[in-house]
């Protein structure tokens, strides 16, 4: 198969080649479509195929060659090690200025080491790499310590950073890591430290980045992050009611927030309310009704924008629905999505909600609120 696509290398845009278990001769194969001067390949994919050293050697003679050209890179769940950053790193900065994105998630045993290598790559004067990916890759607050050094040295291309599920990570990593968020340089725009193992600090940590610098981060995401709790959410509204803050996206999934962190992200949002478009405080069982209380404030607000609102497994009862669909009748005209599956609502209790999509005064598009209900209506 490859044989083919190296002889028509010249109209080859990308190759996804997961789940494949690629010999050898593949490899050489992807070598010389890489090194190929009439090539055009700009995305490939090879997550989910173990690498072997002298199969990893054979794709960096592809990746260093001048007529490599390629803009994304995905390498998940590779068995990737960190003698494996080693190499890819010293292949990149031979020829660093193309690559866009690079994804090694899901490669546990690269860990800090790993990192450093890596940075080498990143700190290099001509790269431009725009996303990074680096979830569950067992690092700790020593690579977040490496990563804010090498961006800062060159921190004004990176907009996406994925460092999920790197639970040694934790608070020290975070405030690692806020040397970079709060650099003149930093444009970052995406970051997600879900399951992090982060505690109210890190929202400390990161509310005092973000204000220093705040115009830029467009999504935030820190689910699954259960020591967070409300002193948490009230260090990170010092960042959400700044008036750079340009946020469209929060989530706090699972994070053991209760009805006073709805008090608080609605007295933030209440005052600089224009840019939030999702929320997601989805699987927070002590929010409750009187979370919803709180956070209708917000929606009802006419400065609130939001399009998207996640509140699965809230412990929700009908009153909230009853509270919701006020809010949203005082202004109408932004929400599309409402989730409320796994509150154990009944047709009765989500009656008022549903009535809304019959009118054309409302904008809301779908309404979850049990595994087998859906409510869907046309774009009016």
Same mark, same amino acid.
């Given at each position: 198969?490859?044989?083919?696509?190296?002889?028509?290398?010249? @109209?080859?845009?990308?190759?996804?080649?997961?789940?494949?278990?690629?010999?050898?001769?593949?490899?050489?194969?992807?070598?010389?479509?890489?090194?190929?001067?009439?090539?055009?390949?700009?995305?490939?994919?090879?997550?989910?195929?173990?690498?072997?050293?002298?199969?990893?050697?054979?794709?960096?003679?592809?990746?260093?060659?001048?007529?490599?050209?390629?803009?994304?890179?995905?390498?998940?769940?590779?068995?990737?090690?960190?003698?494996?950053?080693?190499?890819?790193? *010293?292949?990149?900065?031979?020829?660093?200025?193309?690559?866009?994105?690079?994804? @090694?998630?899901?490669?546990?045993?690269?860990?800090?080491?790993?990192?450093?290598?890596?940075?080498?790559?990143l700190e290099s004067p001509g790269?431009?790499?725009?996303?990074?990916?680096?979830?569950?890759?067992?690092?700790?607050?020593?690579?977040?310590?490496?990563?804010? *050094?090498?961006?800062?040295?060159?921190?004004?291309?990176?907009?996406?950073?994925?460092?999920?599920?790197?639970?040694?990570?934790?608070?020290?990593?975070?405030?690692?890591?806020?040397?970079? @968020?709060?650099?003149p340089g930093c444009k970052l725009?995406?970051?997600?430290?879900?399951?992090?193992?982060?505690?109210?600090?890190?929202?400390?940590?990161?509310?005092?980045?973000?204000?220093?610098?705040?115009?830029?981060?467009?999504?935030?995401?820190?689910?699954?992050?259960?020591?967070?709790?409300?002193?948490?959410?009230?260090?990170?509204?010092?960042?959400?009611?700044?008036?750079?803050?340009?946020?469209?996206?929060?989530?706090?999934?699972?994070?053991?927030?209760?009805?006073?962190?709805?008090?608080?992200? *609605?007295? *933030?949002?209440?005052?600089?309310?224009?840019?939030?478009?999702?929320?997601?405080?989805?699987?927070?069982?002590?929010?409750?009704?009187?979370?919803?209380?709180?956070?209708?404030?917000?929606?009802?607000?006419?400065?609130?924008?939001?399009?998207?609102?996640?509140?699965?497994?809230?412990?929700?009862?009908?009153?909230?629905?009853?509270?919701?669909?006020?809010?949203?009748?005082?202004?109408?005209?932004?929400?599309?999505?409402?989730?409320?599956?796994?509150?154990?609502?009944?047709?009765?209790?989500?009656?008022?909600?549903?009535?809304?999509?019959?009118?054309?005064?409302?904008?809301?598009?779908?309404?979850?609120?049990?595994?087998?209900?859906?409510?869907?209506?046309?774009?009016?």
């Amino acid at each position: 198969m490859l044989d083919e696509e190296n002889n028509m290398s010249a @109209l080859l845009f990308f190759l996804r080649l997961r789940y494949c278990e690629l010999s050898k001769r593949s490899f050489e194969a992807l070598s010389e479509i890489l090194s190929s001067p009439s090539n055009h390949l700009r995305e490939l994919d090879l997550s989910t195929n173990e690498l072997q050293d002298s199969e990893l050697d054979l794709l960096c003679v592809g990746l260093k060659s001048p007529d490599c050209k390629l803009e994304t890179l995905r390498l998940m769940d590779c068995v990737l090690l960190k003698i494996s950053c080693y190499y890819l790193a *010293a292949a990149l900065k031979s020829n660093p200025s193309h690559l866009r994105e690079l994804d @090694l998630s899901y490669n546990y045993n690269l860990k800090d080491p790993g990192v450093k290598h890596l940075c080498g790559f990143l700190e290099s004067p001509g790269c431009k790499l725009e996303t990074l990916g680096l979830g569950d890759c067992g690092l700790s607050k020593r690579s977040c310590d490496y990563l804010a *050094a090498a961006l800062k040295s060159n921190p004004s291309h990176l907009r996406h950073l994925e460092l999920w599920e790197n639970n040694k990570l934790q608070d020290p990593g975070v405030k690692h890591l806020c040397g970079f @968020l709060e650099s003149p340089g930093c444009k970052l725009e995406t970051l997600r430290l879900w399951s992090c193992g982060l505690s109210e600090i890190s929202c400390d940590y990161l509310a005092a980045a973000l204000k220093s610098n705040p115009s830029h981060l467009r999504e935030l995401d820190l689910s699954s992050n259960n020591k967070l709790q409300d002193p948490g959410v009230k260090h990170l509204c010092g960042f959400l009611e700044s008036p750079g803050c340009k946020l469209e996206t929060l989530r706090l999934v699972s994070c053991g927030l209760s009805e006073i962190s709805c008090d608080y992200l *609605a007295a *933030a949002l209440k005052s600089n309310p224009s840019y939030l478009r999702e929320l997601d405080l989805s699987y927070n069982y002590k929010l409750q009704d009187p979370g919803v209380k709180h956070l209708c404030g917000f929606l009802e607000s006419p400065g609130c924008k939001l399009e998207t609102l996640r509140l699965e497994d809230c412990g929700l009862s009908k009153i909230s629905c009853d509270y919701l669909a006020a809010a949203l009748k005082s202004n109408p005209s932004h929400l599309r999505l409402l989730d409320l599956w796994g509150n154990n609502l009944k047709d009765p209790d989500v009656k008022q909600l549903s009535d809304l999509q019959q009118s054309p005064d409302y904008r809301l598009e779908t309404l979850r609120w049990s595994g087998l209900s859906v409510l869907q209506s046309e774009l009016l």
